[in-house]
């Protein structure tokens, strides 16, 4: 069982930055790809991006490509997105989630961080 909480998340102006973090109760860290997620109102959750075991492989949605940066730190088992040039789109909870490595699916999810980006 891997429990994340995730932090960080908040209120922010149009271009403006913030760093999210994900804390993961789990001495295997390492064992898992980690990413983020996130769902604004009325909407479907999304990808965001995620990152390998070791943080050498990472992937993006298109729409934070250049803007969100991800990473890890495994000695601290804990997970980032790295947030500028925020947009109000970019407005909704943000989710971290894990998935053992080489399974398809995403088995662990955190509560939610809400982000707001005010125009």
């Known amino acids: 069982q891997v429990q994340l909480v995730e932090s960080g998340g908040g209120l922010v102006q149009a271009g403006g930055s913030l760093r999210l973090s994900c804390a993961a109760s789990t001495r295997t860290f390492n064992l898992y790809t980690m990413a983020w997620f996130r769902q604004a109102p009325g909407k479907e959750r999304d990808f965001v991006a995620a990152?390998?075991?070791?943080?050498?492989?990472?992937e993006y949605a298109d729409f934070v490509k250049g803007r969100f940066t991800i990473s890890r730190d495994n000695a601290k088992n804990t997970l980032y997105l790295q947030m500028n040039s925020l947009k109000p789109e970019d407005t909704a909870v943000y989710y971290c989630a894990a998935r053992p490595n080489g399974r398809v699916g995403y088995n662990y999810w955190g509560q939610g961080t809400q982000v707001t980006v005010s125009s």
């Open positions: 990152v390998n075991w070791i943080g050498t492989s990472t």
